[in-house]
């Protein structure tokens, strides 16, 4: 199993920028990909950002050139550097992981809050 604690969030102007991490515990040498999503009030949770072990990242239409996901596979972390927020970017935004077992494990979640 593995365990996901999202951290940082909060509240911002827009334009203005901010960053979420994400730390793994447990079986952390089983995480393939790590991913950012987000759900806005009455909205569906949809894919932000992810990130393959290797480092391969791939980004929604909506965040591409503004947020920049990272990973650190020592300290089993990953990064969502966001810049140039929107008050569209308001949402809580999970941590995700995939093992490579097809196992799917999800984070508490983090609000994020752009103010116009």
């Known amino acids: 199993q593995v365990q996901l604690v999202e951290s940082g969030g909060g509240l911002v102007q827009a334009g203005g920028s901010l960053s979420v991490s994400c730390t793994a515990s447990?079986?952390?040498?089983?995480?393939?990909?790590m991913a950012w999503y987000r759900q806005a009030p009455g909205k569906q949770r949809e894919l932000v950002a992810r990130?393959?072990?290797?480092?391969?990242?791939n980004y929604a239409d909506s965040v591409k050139g503004r947020f920049t996901i990272s990973r650190d596979n020592a300290k089993n972390m990953v990064y969502l550097q966001m810049n140039s927020l929107k008050p569209e970017d308001t949402a809580v935004y999970y941590c995700?992981?995939?093992?490579?077992?097809?196992?799917?494990?999800w984070g508490q979640g983090t609000q994020v809050t752009v103010s116009s």
């Open positions: 995700n992981a995939n093992l490579w077992s097809l196992e799917n494990y």
């Open positions: 990130i393959t072990r290797g480092g391969r990242a």
């Open positions: 447990g079986s952390t040498f089983s995480i393939d990909v």
